[in-house]
């Protein structure tokens, strides 16, 4: 059996790291509710480095990687979906539809199109990042509040905390 062993690292900037991701290639990002940044963190040293969303105060709630290993951010001050490629160093945002958006959750499906969960629409909602184009989805149960989505090969599934119940997106 092989030893286990647990590290802790230090939070740049204290509080607030919230969702957590990795990329195709192993690194791995996390976001940060109350510091309002993503960071990258050194996998061999634990030091994370910030990366400053555009919109100062957006919230960066969740993280979520593509195939591409671009980081895919739900804003949830802001109501805007963000993308971080770490190839360029460029930032990508996006406003979701709707008069109060409030995203949540988020995951990119295999075929790179990214889900959220919007508590403010209580909806799901994709992005579909080649045509810059989002689709809602209303959610049957009142104020379902999806925390988290994961999803396999033509399913999104979400745990619906509001409502006590589980919710699957089927698409093609």
Do not use: C
Not at 24 to 35: E, I, K
Not at 49 to 71: C, F, H, K, N, Y
Not at 73 to 81: C, D, F, I, T
């Amino acid at each position: 059996m092989l030893g286990r062993q647990v590290e802790v690292f230090e939070a740049p900037r204290g509080r607030g790291p919230y969702g957590i991701t990795t990329t195709p290639q192993g690194d791995v990002y996390y976001a940060s509710l109350a510091g309002s940044h993503i960071a990258r963190i050194d996998v061999e040293t634990g030091q994370a480095t910030v990366l400053e969303p555009p919109t100062p105060g957006q919230g960066a709630r969740r993280v979520w990687s593509d195939s591409r290993g671009r980081i895919w951010v739900s804003e949830w001050n802001a109501g805007q979906l963000g993308m971080y490629d770490p190839a360029s160093g460029a930032w990508r945002e996006w406003r979701l539809p709707g008069d109060n958006p409030q995203p949540y959750a988020v995951y990119v499906d295999e075929r790179d199109i990214v889900w959220l969960s919007d508590f403010g629409a209580n909806a799901l909602v994709s992005f579909d990042p080649a045509t810059e184009t989002f689709q809602m989805y209303p959610l049957p149960s009142p104020n379902a509040n999806v925390r988290q989505l994961l999803g396999r090969p033509g399913e999104v599934w979400g745990a619906e905390s509001g409502a006590d119940k589980l919710v699957v997106a089927r698409y093609r």
